[in-house]
Every structure is written in C-alpha cells, then in structure tokens.
C-alpha cells in the first residue's frame, strides 16, 4: 500500500487530488489542513476507508514532525499555502511564514521513508511575462510579490536538497485552476456565484487582464499520471490551459451560459500582484494527458449541476 501525505488537503485543488487519490484502494492518504482557508466539507466520502484527517499547520514543527513520523509516507503532495492574490497581499507576514513549512516538509523526507514530493508552485512565479507562452525553462521568474517568492524559494529549496540528499521532486507550476470545491474568493467560482444569484458581477480594473482558466479534471489528471507513471522526476511542469481570454470575457461569458441578469461593475485595480497576462506553454502538460482539455464553457456547466458547489454558495 502507498502512503500518500497531502498537505492543503481540504483546499481546492488539495481536495480534489485527495478524493481522486482515495478512489484507488491501494492508497493510504493522510489529510493534513489547519483549515485556515480550507473546508471539512471538501474531504472525501466517508465510503472510503482509506483515509485519514489531522488538522495541523504545517508551519509548526512539532505538529507536522509528530505525524510525519508516525507514518513512513511513499509520497508527499505539498499544497499547504497562503493562496488568492487579495489574501496574500494582506497578509503577507503569513505568506513568509509558509517557507518553514516548505522546509519542515524537506527535513522530515530526506531521511525517511518518502520517495518523492510533489510541490505546489505558481504561475505568479513568472511575474509580468517578458515572452508568451511562458515556458517552464525559458522564462525568467520574476515575481517580487511576496506569495510568489515564497513559491520561487520553495522551488529552490527542493532543487537544492535533491541535489545534497538526492530527494526527488516534482514542481507543478499551476495557473488558474477552478471548480466545484474552489471558494468565490477566486474569479471563476466568484462570477459564477454572483451569476447565479444575479448579483453584480465586480471586476478589479477595466477587465483587460488576461488569463487561462483550468477546469480541476485536467489539473488532477496530471497530476496523478505524473505520479503514477514517475514522469518528470527532479522537473517542473506548467499545468494549465492556453487558451487566453480576458476576466472581462469571462465575465460575460458566465452570464451568458446561466442566463443571469447580473450586471458588471468596474472596482479599482488591486495595487499589486494582478497580473496583466499569464498563459503557459503547456506542451508537456497536453502530452501527459492525451487528449484535449476541458473549455471553459464545459467546466462552468459542469460546476453550474454539481450539487456541492451549488449548496456552498447558498442555492
């Protein structure tokens, strides 16, 4: 049996790999999650036996020390982050805080029974894009947003204990990714719920910002066959759509399919932090899955029928 430790596991895209994860009876899956921004609700069916919850925060030492110990994990998933641009910018002594837990993780592995960790990166990582498609090895990182910083050291310390205690990693670089389990504290799940109320839909700036969005199938997808197939070992890998379209499309676009009678309405730009463009070469991310990704009109329909997220927003 493989022992999977998923830090961030009651999280949006955590969540989502948790309950795919325990699909597999072979697997065993620690959930750890303080819950900060993460939900009880987004943890698996209680049908699987094959799982496990602790809320820990994965910053603190001894808590994360003491599970990580009681268990010789196979494989580390580490998703636990400060996420969401506004929060991160609020609170950006909580961001920093989150390299101990990068480096927690790390120590704990290298001598252990983990054979591999499986790290949660950014597209923020890219900063504003000097080329586009951004390419995992071309593009220079950029960012000096304190999230995406984080994400850049964390990247830099899993290279750095790879190449001094030979643990192996993999960097999965996500882009907007969203779905059913995703809080409206992010632009998809956000208009989408303010569609569906026909409340008015907001927008920082004139909308002009542009972006890729990623229905959470294809981000787990490959995210699992990497793993299971032990591709891009000691690699990173962007994981996202490219196909571009600006927030304010997608704005229009989400009223169109729930034939909502919001309106939209312009706020002030966020101060820093809200890229205007961001797409990735996805060219390993397409090979890896074999087929072709999700649209955005099919995602948003298929979260506009799920029961879960339509009771999470109050419907």
């Known amino acids: 049996m493989k022992k999977i430790l ?3 596991g009651a999280g949006n895209v955590g969540g989502a790999l948790v309950e795919k994860l325990v699909q597999d009876k072979s697997n065993y899956v620690v959930i750890v999650d303080d819950l900060s921004t993460g939900f009880i609700s987004k943890l698996p ?6 799982w496990k919850f602790i809320k820990a925060d994965v910053n603190d030492y001894r808590e994360i020390s003491s599970i990580m110990l009681a268990y010789n994990f196979h494989y580390v998933f580490h998703f636990a982050a400060v996420v969401g641009v506004q929060r991160t910018q609020e609170n950006p002594v909580s961001v920093l805080n989150d390299i101990s837990g990068i480096k927690h993780i790390l120590n704990l592995s290298k001598n252990s029974s983990v054979e591999h960790i499986y790290y949660s990166s950014s597209s923020e990582v890219y900063g504003e894009p000097v080329e586009l498609p951004q390419h995992e090895h071309r593009t220079p990182l ?3 947003v304190p999230y ?3 994400k850049n050291v964390g990247e830099s310390f899993l290279k750095s204990y790879q190449q001094e205690f030979g643990l192996s990693y993999t960097i999965f670089r996500f882009f907007n990714t969203y779905g059913p389990n995703q809080s409206t504290d992010f632009v998809v799940s956000k208009f989408l719920a303010q569609a569906l109320k026909n409340q008015d839909i907001t927008i920082y700036g004139d909308g002009s910002q542009t972006r890729t969005f990623t229905y959470i199938d294809d981000n787990i997808d490959t995210c699992l066959a990497i793993m299971n197939k032990k591709l891009l070992v000691n690699d990173v890998i962007n994981i996202g759509s490219d196909k571009l379209m600006t927030v304010l499309d997608l704005a229009n676009l989400v009223i169109k399919i729930s034939n909502s009678q919001s309106k939209i309405i312009h706020l002030l730009p966020l101060k820093e932090g809200d890229m205007t463009r961001r797409q990735p070469d996805n060219s390993k991310m397409k090979e890896i899955l074999g087929r072709d990704l999700i649209t955005v009109e099919e995602g948003i329909k298929q ?8 009771q ?3 419907l």
């Open 148 to 150: 995406a910083v984080v």
């Open 142 to 144: 950029n960012s000096r």
């Open 312 to 314: 999470s927003i109050g």
């Open 303 to 310: 979260m506009m029928v799920n029961k879960k997220y339509l």
């Open 45 to 50: 069916s209680a049908e699987f036996d094959n």
């Open 6 to 8: 998923v830090t961030g």
